[in-house]
């Protein structure tokens, strides 16, 4: 079955649906799955980082453009000594006002149809699970909705680390973690959002993500949600993984249709197939029956 083939979503669902039988596929999530929950977009949190620190954020910003605005925001700071304050005036501009406030996030996420389909992926079942999640976003979210129903998960955030057996999911945060929960779960001293930090951890030859992520690119197949793809860290590493597998999809993204010709073959070209839905709202509907068909495929 060739890439084209795999556009197709009834195509794509029976695919995956299969992966996820046997237990060989994995999750990568990006902003796009918070955002639905009520957390600001990545342009959305930056400007407020610039708004509080005396800066002027500009519209219609590139990716690397928000990155570089971020650099400015920790020069300011710098600037005034105050460069230990950057943590918490990001974690203050991940999380609304009222959840800071309550220290929680609110019950009715609860019912959000996402979180709700990415749970249902992720919770272990007879018919398979994802048992490992890449998350691009620093929230906990999803951690905070698998404990809820009883479910165990290892965070992990930097190495050397030991990966239990005995969680239903890991959840690696490659990109940093700073959690709502601070009582419950511990934030990392560092977040790759600057131009200057993703220039640092590509540099960095002693890096342990840049293997593991490969390595995830080599050992399972991904389905990736709420990201563009477009990071440069996770670009570099799918075309290490494309020279050692040019034949096979590296990975699925579901997103809103798009009339970017030149997008779609970009991703092609790296293995990655782009499957096609009609809104951000239809992304859940895709995801849960993916799960349908793979209890339906594994009925005795």
């Known amino acids: ?100 406030a309550a ?14 389909a990415i749970g249902a992926l992720v919770m272990t079942s007879s018919r398979g699970s994802v048992s490992q999640v890449m998350t691009f976003n620093f929230d906990d979210l999803l951690e905070w909705y698998l404990h809820l129903h009883g479910f165990t998960t290892q965070i992990v955030t930097d190495f050397p680390a030991l990966i239990r057996g005995d969680a239903d999911v890991t959840i690696y945060h490659p990109h940093g973690f700073m959690p709502l929960l601070s009582e419950v779960y511990e934030r990392t001293s560092w977040l790759v959002l600057s131009h200057r930090e993703l220039v640092d951890r590509i540099s960095d030859e002693s890096s342990k993500w840049s293997p593991l992520i490969e390595m995830m690119f080599l050992s399972k197949r991904f389905l990736a949600v709420g990201t563009s793809m477009n990071d440069l860290d996770v670009e570099m590493l799918l075309a290490r993984a494309r020279r050692q597998l040019p034949d096979e999809p590296l990975g699925f993204l579901v997103a809103p249709q798009s009339a970017d010709g030149a997008r779609e073959r970009r991703l092609m070209e790296a293995g990655v197939v782009p499957i096609s839905v009609e809104s951000i709202d239809a992304i859940p509907d895709f995801l849960l029956s993916v799960c349908r068909r793979a209890a339906k495929g594994h009925s005795l």
């Open 103 to 116: 220290n929680g996030y609110p019950n009715d996420i609860l019912g959000n149809r996402m979180l709700l």
């Open 1 to 100: 079955m060739t890439l084209p083939d795999l556009k197709d979503p009834s195509v794509a669902e029976l695919y995956l649906a299969e992966l996820l039988n046997h237990g060989e596929l994995s999750l990568l999530i990006g902003a796009g799955v918070s955002m639905s929950m009520g957390l600001p977009s990545w342009d959305e949190l930056v400007s407020h980082c610039e708004r509080a620190v005396g800066l002027s954020p500009k519209p219609g910003r590139s990716a690397r453009e928000l990155m570089e605005a971020i650099d400015e925001v920790r020069r300011t700071l710098e600037a005034e000594s105050r460069e230990s304050e950057l943590p918490d005036l990001v974690r203050s501009s991940l999380y609304p006002s009222d959840y800071l």
